[in-house]
């Protein structure tokens, strides 16, 4: 994995999510330049725009001659309609397949596993049977685990059989809901992947309009946080989307920081705020302004 990996989630064009629509011209020209760039690692999913973004980046990698050997494609299994079967999971890995172009898989998350029943999930010929037999079977090289709640991957993750663990929103400059999450990864040796830095685009609003931190209203201490947080990094000649990436890119936890991008002129910007120097005393400035944890995705009261 490079250091930053192109989120695919925009590629399949998902206005309602990132404002604009994106061409599938462009998105196949996007990877293309990505292919070419310092980026060696892509992130898409069976379920981004109902298969949109695979079938976009696939495009691309055939445009392209075929995947460079040292560029690594994720995605993740989906469940469809509320079905979250085993027989869904084979279905979901052979239609990303066919999509990307890819076989085997290299690495394949289950997504979002959070929002389905725990006992169904992980029972004989479950969804998590089904993804490890996949693995076994010479279909995916790795598998991994990505969603939201931290408590409810806390239970997947102590079943053992994922290398690599997503989270998304959780761990930034002003939410740490991961924190635990990241420690027990770190003693599982487990590989961590840190998405959605940027809280859903609001981290990299200069304009201070945005109001929504990880797809949900913000509470009014993380709204005022990042405001003071965005005043800190211009004092520091940065800003707070820059500052965002590489607060997750700088912690020897997380090997890879998942960054959507759809024009091809964020990616120079973007891999360098992945190395940016920045001394200690900016980081303290806005650790000092971490909201309280109560206003975290995953509320922690003090204890």
């Known amino acids: ?29 996007l990877v293309g330049e990505v292919l070419r760039s310092g980026i060696r690692t892509i992130d898409t999913s069976n379920g981004y725009s109902d298969g949109r973004s695979e079938e976009r ?54 997504h979002d596993p959070e929002f389905h029943d725990f006992a169904s999930m992980t029972a004989p010929g479950g969804a998590v049977d089904a993804l490890v037999d996949a693995k076994e079977r010479g279909e995916i090289g ?3 685990l990505a969603g939201g709640d931290v408590h409810e991957m806390l239970r997947y993750l102590e079943l053992g059989v994922f290398e690599v663990l997503l989270v998304h929103n959780r761990w930034t400059p002003v939410d740490r809901s991961a924190g635990r999450l990241l420690e027990r990864a770190d003693e599982l040796g487990i590989s961590v992947v840190n998405a959605a830095v940027l809280g859903g685009g609001i981290l990299a609003d200069e304009s201070g309009r945005a109001t929504n931190y990880g797809y949900r209203p913000a509470s009014a201490e993380t709204l005022a946080a990042i405001a003071q947080m965005r005043e800190v990094c211009r004092r520091w000649g ?45 980081w303290a400035e806005l650790e000092s302004l971490l909201p309280a944890s109560v206003n975290w995705l995953d509320a922690q009261t003090p204890s």
């Open 238 to 282: 940065t800003t707070l989307a820059a500052a965002a990436i590489r607060f997750s890119t700088r912690d020897r936890r997380i090997a890879s920081t998942i960054v959507g991008i759809s024009k091809s002129a964020r990616i120079q910007p973007t891999l360098e705020a992945a190395a940016l120097e920045l001394p200690d005393e900016f």
């Open 57 to 110: 980046i696939g495009k691309a990698i055939a445009e392209f001659g075929g995947l460079p050997a040292d560029v690594t494609v994720i995605t993740k299994v989906d469940a469809r309609d509320g079905d979250y079967s085993g027989e869904r999971l084979r279905r979901s890995l052979g239609e990303s397949a066919e999509r990307l172009g890819l076989s085997p898989l290299p690495l394949v998350h289950l």
């Open 1 to 29: 994995m490079s250091a930053i990996t192109l989120g695919g989630a925009p590629l399949g064009s998902m206005p309602e999510n990132f404002g604009h629509e994106v061409a599938e011209a462009d998105a196949i020209a």
């Open 142 to 144: 790795h598998i991994g």
